[in-house]
Protein backbone atom coordinates (compact mmCIF):
# COMPACT_ATOMS: atom_id res chain seq x y z
CA UNK A 1 0.00 0.00 0.00
CA UNK A 2 1.02 3.60 -0.39
CA UNK A 3 -0.28 7.02 0.99
CA UNK A 4 -1.55 9.20 -1.54
CA UNK A 5 -2.97 13.16 -1.14
CA UNK A 6 -6.15 12.71 -2.74
CA UNK A 7 -8.09 15.94 -3.97
CA UNK A 8 -12.13 14.94 -3.16
CA UNK A 9 -13.76 18.30 -3.53
CA UNK A 10 -13.30 22.14 -3.63
CA UNK A 11 -10.82 22.75 -1.08
CA UNK A 12 -9.97 19.51 -0.04
CA UNK A 13 -7.32 16.99 -0.07
CA UNK A 14 -7.42 13.89 2.39
CA UNK A 15 -4.53 11.12 2.72
CA UNK A 16 -5.86 8.06 1.58
CA UNK A 17 -4.14 4.34 1.45
CA UNK A 18 -4.35 3.01 -1.98
CA UNK A 19 -2.79 0.20 -3.65
CA UNK A 20 0.53 0.32 -5.35
CA UNK A 21 0.25 0.75 -8.74
CA UNK A 22 1.77 -1.58 -11.25
CA UNK A 23 3.27 -0.28 -14.70
CA UNK A 24 1.43 -1.61 -18.21
CA UNK A 25 2.72 -1.86 -21.40
CA UNK A 26 5.34 0.89 -22.11
CA UNK A 27 5.28 1.95 -18.60
CA UNK A 28 7.59 2.60 -15.75
CA UNK A 29 6.43 3.15 -11.89
CA UNK A 30 8.93 5.98 -10.06
CA UNK A 31 9.40 5.77 -6.35
CA UNK A 32 8.23 9.81 -5.84
CA UNK A 33 11.37 11.82 -4.19
CA UNK A 34 9.54 15.54 -4.15
CA UNK A 35 6.81 17.32 -6.13
CA UNK A 36 5.95 20.82 -6.33
CA UNK A 37 2.62 22.41 -5.86
CA UNK A 38 1.88 24.07 -8.90
CA UNK A 39 -0.24 27.57 -9.17
CA UNK A 40 -2.67 25.97 -11.67
CA UNK A 41 -3.45 23.22 -8.82
CA UNK A 42 -4.49 25.88 -6.78
CA UNK A 43 -7.24 26.86 -9.07
CA UNK A 44 -7.98 23.30 -9.17
CA UNK A 45 -8.25 22.59 -5.63
CA UNK A 46 -10.67 25.74 -5.22
CA UNK A 47 -12.68 24.05 -7.85
CA UNK A 48 -12.21 26.95 -10.98
CA UNK A 49 -10.53 24.74 -13.20
CA UNK A 50 -13.01 22.44 -15.36
CA UNK A 51 -10.07 20.21 -16.46
CA UNK A 52 -9.29 18.96 -13.03
CA UNK A 53 -12.26 16.37 -11.55
CA UNK A 54 -12.34 15.08 -8.11
CA UNK A 55 -11.32 12.96 -6.87
CA UNK A 56 -8.11 13.47 -8.53
CA UNK A 57 -4.42 12.56 -7.33
CA UNK A 58 -2.83 16.06 -8.60
CA UNK A 59 1.13 16.45 -9.14
CA UNK A 60 3.11 16.99 -11.70
CA UNK A 61 6.46 18.65 -11.16
CA UNK A 62 8.22 15.45 -10.15
CA UNK A 63 11.12 13.91 -9.31
CA UNK A 64 11.68 10.15 -8.56
CA UNK A 65 13.40 6.79 -8.85
CA UNK A 66 12.67 4.37 -11.60
CA UNK A 67 11.42 1.34 -8.98
CA UNK A 68 9.76 -0.91 -11.84
CA UNK A 69 9.66 -1.25 -15.49
CA UNK A 70 6.33 -2.99 -17.25
CA UNK A 71 6.03 -5.33 -20.45
CA UNK A 72 7.35 -3.19 -23.74
CA UNK A 73 9.39 -0.44 -21.86
CA UNK A 74 13.24 -1.41 -21.26
CA UNK A 75 14.84 2.15 -22.15
CA UNK A 76 15.99 2.57 -18.09
CA UNK A 77 16.45 0.31 -15.95
CA UNK A 78 15.49 0.31 -12.07
CA UNK A 79 17.46 2.72 -9.89
CA UNK A 80 17.57 5.31 -12.77
CA UNK A 81 16.86 8.90 -11.21
CA UNK A 82 14.49 11.05 -13.19
CA UNK A 83 12.06 14.05 -13.69
CA UNK A 84 8.45 13.95 -15.07
CA UNK A 85 7.48 15.21 -18.15
CA UNK A 86 4.04 15.69 -17.76
CA UNK A 87 2.70 16.68 -21.30
CA UNK A 88 1.84 13.53 -23.11
CA UNK A 89 0.73 14.36 -26.71
CA UNK A 90 -0.55 12.13 -29.95
CA UNK A 91 2.28 12.75 -32.10
CA UNK A 92 0.28 12.58 -35.29
CA UNK A 93 -2.27 16.12 -35.49
CA UNK A 94 -1.35 18.85 -37.31
CA UNK A 95 0.37 20.72 -33.91
CA UNK A 96 2.34 17.70 -33.47
CA UNK A 97 3.72 16.90 -37.24
CA UNK A 98 4.29 21.22 -36.83
CA UNK A 99 6.71 20.35 -33.81
CA UNK A 100 4.31 21.97 -31.62
CA UNK A 101 3.54 18.83 -29.43
CA UNK A 102 2.40 21.06 -26.64
CA UNK A 103 -0.68 22.18 -28.66
CA UNK A 104 -1.15 18.53 -29.07
CA UNK A 105 -5.23 18.50 -29.95
CA UNK A 106 -5.34 14.98 -27.68
CA UNK A 107 -2.62 16.08 -24.95
CA UNK A 108 -3.13 15.24 -21.79
CA UNK A 109 -1.07 15.77 -18.08
CA UNK A 110 -0.23 13.39 -15.80
CA UNK A 111 -1.87 14.82 -12.59
CA UNK A 112 -4.97 16.02 -14.80
CA UNK A 113 -5.85 13.33 -17.44
CA UNK A 114 -4.27 10.16 -15.04
CA UNK A 115 -3.30 10.04 -11.63
CA UNK A 116 -0.62 12.21 -10.60
CA UNK A 117 2.48 12.51 -8.19
CA UNK A 118 1.46 13.62 -5.08
CA UNK A 119 1.63 9.91 -3.96
CA UNK A 120 4.66 7.66 -3.09
CA UNK A 121 4.50 5.93 -6.19
CA UNK A 122 3.05 7.25 -9.88
CA UNK A 123 3.04 5.30 -13.01
CA UNK A 124 3.61 6.99 -16.14
CA UNK A 125 4.65 6.31 -19.84
CA UNK A 126 8.01 5.64 -19.61
CA UNK A 127 8.34 8.57 -22.84
CA UNK A 128 7.47 10.95 -19.94
CA UNK A 129 10.35 10.60 -17.74
CA UNK A 130 13.96 12.20 -18.56
CA UNK A 131 16.81 10.96 -16.76
CA UNK A 132 19.04 13.11 -14.32
CA UNK A 133 22.08 12.49 -12.65
CA UNK A 134 22.67 10.93 -8.87
CA UNK A 135 24.18 14.21 -7.70
CA UNK A 136 21.39 16.32 -8.49
CA UNK A 137 18.88 17.02 -5.44
CA UNK A 138 15.34 16.08 -5.71
CA UNK A 139 13.63 19.29 -4.65
CA UNK A 140 15.84 20.99 -7.29
CA UNK A 141 15.09 18.24 -10.00
CA UNK A 142 11.24 18.76 -9.09
CA UNK A 143 11.66 22.82 -11.24
CA UNK A 144 11.72 20.92 -14.04
CA UNK A 145 8.41 21.48 -15.14
CA UNK A 146 7.97 24.88 -13.66
CA UNK A 147 11.69 25.62 -15.50
CA UNK A 148 10.89 24.48 -18.67
CA UNK A 149 7.41 26.51 -19.04
CA UNK A 150 9.16 29.69 -17.81
CA UNK A 151 11.66 29.02 -20.00
CA UNK A 152 9.88 28.68 -23.22
CA UNK A 153 7.92 31.94 -22.06
CA UNK A 154 10.98 34.50 -21.63
CA UNK A 155 12.94 33.05 -24.66
CA UNK A 156 9.94 33.88 -26.84
CA UNK A 157 9.56 36.85 -25.17
CA UNK A 158 12.78 38.07 -25.20
CA UNK A 159 13.37 36.85 -29.09
CA UNK A 160 13.13 40.02 -30.61
CA UNK A 161 14.81 42.05 -27.49
CA UNK A 162 17.51 40.81 -26.38
CA UNK A 163 19.24 42.64 -24.10
CA UNK A 164 16.64 44.81 -23.25
CA UNK A 165 15.15 45.77 -19.54
CA UNK A 166 12.60 43.28 -18.46
CA UNK A 167 9.41 43.32 -15.85
CA UNK A 168 8.30 40.08 -14.50
CA UNK A 169 4.68 40.36 -12.98
CA UNK A 170 4.18 37.79 -10.04
CA UNK A 171 6.86 36.74 -7.81
CA UNK A 172 5.44 32.97 -7.64
CA UNK A 173 7.23 30.38 -9.02
CA UNK A 174 6.49 30.79 -12.36
CA UNK A 175 7.48 34.55 -11.70
CA UNK A 176 10.53 33.68 -10.15
CA UNK A 177 11.93 31.61 -12.59
CA UNK A 178 10.80 33.56 -15.53
CA UNK A 179 12.83 36.40 -14.05
CA UNK A 180 16.21 34.23 -13.69
CA UNK A 181 16.00 32.57 -17.27
CA UNK A 182 15.49 36.61 -18.48
CA UNK A 183 18.77 37.41 -15.85
CA UNK A 184 20.43 34.36 -18.11
CA UNK A 185 19.25 35.58 -21.64
CA UNK A 186 21.09 38.68 -21.00
CA UNK A 187 18.17 41.01 -19.95
CA UNK A 188 20.30 44.47 -19.32
CA UNK A 189 17.73 44.81 -16.06
CA UNK A 190 14.84 42.62 -14.40
CA UNK A 191 12.12 44.23 -12.23
CA UNK A 192 9.85 42.34 -10.34
CA UNK A 193 6.34 43.15 -9.67
CA UNK A 194 4.04 42.00 -6.74
CA UNK A 195 1.41 42.39 -3.98
CA UNK A 196 3.17 40.63 -1.61
CA UNK A 197 5.84 42.84 0.01
CA UNK A 198 7.27 39.93 1.98
CA UNK A 199 7.85 38.18 -1.16
CA UNK A 200 9.76 41.66 -2.56
CA UNK A 201 11.64 40.92 0.00
CA UNK A 202 12.76 37.55 -0.46
CA UNK A 203 13.09 38.19 -4.55
CA UNK A 204 15.55 41.28 -3.66
CA UNK A 205 17.52 38.47 -1.24
CA UNK A 206 18.03 36.37 -5.38
CA UNK A 207 20.03 39.58 -6.24
CA UNK A 208 16.23 41.12 -8.51
CA UNK A 209 16.83 44.81 -6.80
CA UNK A 210 14.57 46.69 -8.43
CA UNK A 211 10.79 45.21 -7.50
CA UNK A 212 7.61 47.03 -7.30
CA UNK A 213 4.56 46.89 -5.49
CA UNK A 214 1.04 47.66 -7.44
CA UNK A 215 -0.59 48.38 -3.97
CA UNK A 216 1.72 51.25 -3.67
CA UNK A 217 2.81 51.99 -6.47
CA UNK A 218 1.75 51.51 -10.02
CA UNK A 219 4.03 49.44 -12.71
CA UNK A 220 3.81 52.63 -14.90
CA UNK A 221 5.61 54.74 -12.39
CA UNK A 222 7.67 51.93 -11.34
CA UNK A 223 9.02 51.43 -14.45
CA UNK A 224 9.28 55.20 -15.09
CA UNK A 225 11.05 55.63 -11.56
CA UNK A 226 13.87 52.59 -12.72
CA UNK A 227 14.47 53.21 -16.21
CA UNK A 228 13.45 56.54 -17.03
CA UNK A 229 13.20 57.28 -20.93
CA UNK A 230 15.10 53.99 -21.63
CA UNK A 231 11.66 52.57 -20.28
CA UNK A 232 10.93 48.50 -20.82
CA UNK A 233 10.42 46.16 -23.97
CA UNK A 234 9.51 43.11 -22.48
CA UNK A 235 6.75 42.28 -19.80
CA UNK A 236 5.96 38.69 -18.32
CA UNK A 237 2.85 38.78 -16.66
CA UNK A 238 3.16 35.31 -14.33
CA UNK A 239 0.12 36.67 -12.58
CA UNK A 240 -2.75 36.93 -15.41
CA UNK A 241 -5.33 38.79 -13.81
CA UNK A 242 -6.89 42.28 -14.88
CA UNK A 243 -4.87 44.71 -13.34
CA UNK A 244 -1.76 42.94 -14.50
CA UNK A 245 -2.35 42.98 -17.91
CA UNK A 246 -3.86 46.22 -18.18
CA UNK A 247 -0.93 47.60 -16.67
CA UNK A 248 1.77 45.40 -18.90
CA UNK A 249 0.10 46.99 -21.62
CA UNK A 250 0.40 50.58 -20.45
CA UNK A 251 4.15 49.86 -19.43
CA UNK A 252 5.41 48.29 -21.92
CA UNK A 253 7.52 50.60 -24.81
CA UNK A 254 5.96 50.97 -28.50
CA UNK A 255 7.32 47.90 -30.30
CA UNK A 256 7.70 46.09 -27.04
CA UNK A 257 6.20 42.68 -26.24
CA UNK A 258 3.96 41.30 -23.95
CA UNK A 259 4.06 37.65 -23.15
CA UNK A 260 1.13 35.81 -21.20
CA UNK A 261 1.69 32.97 -19.08
CA UNK A 262 0.09 33.92 -15.98
CA UNK A 263 -3.82 31.93 -16.00
CA UNK A 264 -5.41 33.79 -13.16
CA UNK A 265 -8.21 34.31 -15.06
CA UNK A 266 -10.40 34.54 -18.64
CA UNK A 267 -12.19 37.11 -20.35
CA UNK A 268 -10.05 40.32 -20.10
CA UNK A 269 -10.88 43.90 -21.05
CA UNK A 270 -7.56 45.48 -22.30
CA UNK A 271 -7.09 48.80 -24.24
CA UNK A 272 -6.15 47.70 -27.70
CA UNK A 273 -6.89 50.94 -29.79
CA UNK A 274 -3.73 51.72 -27.19
CA UNK A 275 -1.66 48.03 -28.67
CA UNK A 276 -2.52 48.84 -32.36
CA UNK A 277 -0.92 52.50 -32.16
CA UNK A 278 1.82 51.32 -30.33
CA UNK A 279 3.05 47.75 -32.33
CA UNK A 280 2.79 46.32 -29.03
CA UNK A 281 3.02 42.20 -29.74
CA UNK A 282 0.90 40.24 -27.31
CA UNK A 283 2.33 36.78 -27.15
CA UNK A 284 0.90 33.63 -24.92
CA UNK A 285 3.06 30.91 -23.85
CA UNK A 286 1.59 26.98 -21.92
CA UNK A 287 4.02 24.33 -21.62
CA UNK A 288 6.94 23.36 -23.60
CA UNK A 289 8.52 21.80 -25.92
CA UNK A 290 11.17 18.62 -25.50
CA UNK A 291 13.96 20.85 -26.36
CA UNK A 292 12.64 23.55 -23.80
CA UNK A 293 12.47 20.87 -20.77
CA UNK A 294 16.02 19.19 -21.82
CA UNK A 295 17.60 23.10 -21.07
CA UNK A 296 16.02 23.43 -18.51
CA UNK A 297 17.35 20.08 -17.02
CA UNK A 298 20.66 21.01 -17.88
CA UNK A 299 20.16 24.49 -16.19
CA UNK A 300 19.30 22.53 -13.01
CA UNK A 301 22.00 20.25 -13.31
CA UNK A 302 24.65 23.26 -14.15
CA UNK A 303 23.52 24.90 -10.61
CA UNK A 304 22.69 27.95 -13.17
CA UNK A 305 19.05 27.91 -11.90
CA UNK A 306 18.61 26.72 -7.86
CA UNK A 307 15.81 26.08 -5.17
CA UNK A 308 17.87 28.08 -2.60
CA UNK A 309 16.35 31.36 -1.58
CA UNK A 310 12.91 30.81 -2.43
CA UNK A 311 11.59 27.78 -1.93
CA UNK A 312 10.41 25.75 1.54
CA UNK A 313 9.70 22.10 1.90
CA UNK A 314 6.65 20.34 3.11
CA UNK A 315 5.72 16.95 3.82
CA UNK A 316 2.63 14.67 1.63
CA UNK A 317 0.56 14.65 4.72
CA UNK A 318 0.71 18.54 5.32
CA UNK A 319 -0.76 18.86 1.24
CA UNK A 320 -4.27 20.09 2.40
CA UNK A 321 -2.51 22.72 5.39
CA UNK A 322 -0.30 23.89 2.51
CA UNK A 323 -2.67 24.13 -0.23
CA UNK A 324 -4.93 25.98 2.41
CA UNK A 325 -2.12 28.53 3.21
CA UNK A 326 -1.14 29.36 -0.44
CA UNK A 327 -4.76 30.21 -1.38
CA UNK A 328 -5.05 32.08 1.87
CA UNK A 329 -1.73 34.16 0.79
CA UNK A 330 0.25 33.44 3.84
CA UNK A 331 2.88 31.95 2.13
CA UNK A 332 5.68 33.94 1.68
CA UNK A 333 8.04 31.80 -0.24
CA UNK A 334 7.50 31.38 -3.96
CA UNK A 335 6.97 27.59 -3.87
CA UNK A 336 6.10 24.95 -1.21
CA UNK A 337 7.67 21.64 -2.72
CA UNK A 338 6.52 18.19 -0.96
CA UNK A 339 9.43 15.86 -0.06
CA UNK A 340 8.06 12.21 0.79
CA UNK A 341 11.26 11.46 3.44
CA UNK A 342 10.48 14.23 4.93
CA UNK A 343 9.86 13.99 8.47
CA UNK A 344 9.18 17.81 9.58
CA UNK A 345 5.90 20.25 8.41
CA UNK A 346 5.48 23.15 7.50
CA UNK A 347 6.55 26.31 10.39
Not at 85 to 99: D, E, T, Y
Not at 215 to 240: Q, Y
Not at 256 to 283: C, K, Q, Y
Not at 313 to 319: F, M, N, V, W
Request: aromatic residues 4%; proline residues 5%.
Amino acid sequence: MMKTAVWTAPESIVIEERSVPEPGTGEVRLRVEAVGICGSELEGYLGHNSLRVPPLVMGHEASGVVEAVGPGAGRYSVGQRAVINPLLFCGSCRSCLSGLTQLCAKRQIIGIHRPGAFAEYVVVPESAIVPISDGLSAERASLAEPLACSLRAARRAMERHPFSAVAVLGAGGIGILSAMVARILGASDVLVADTNEERLTMVRGLGFNLTANPKTESLEDAVRRHFAEKGIDVVIDAAGFQPTRESALRSVNPGGTFMNIGLGIDETRLPINHLVRSEIAILGSFCYTARDFADAVDLLEQGKITEEGWTEICRLEDADRAFKMLVGGKVSSGKITMKLNEKGGLA
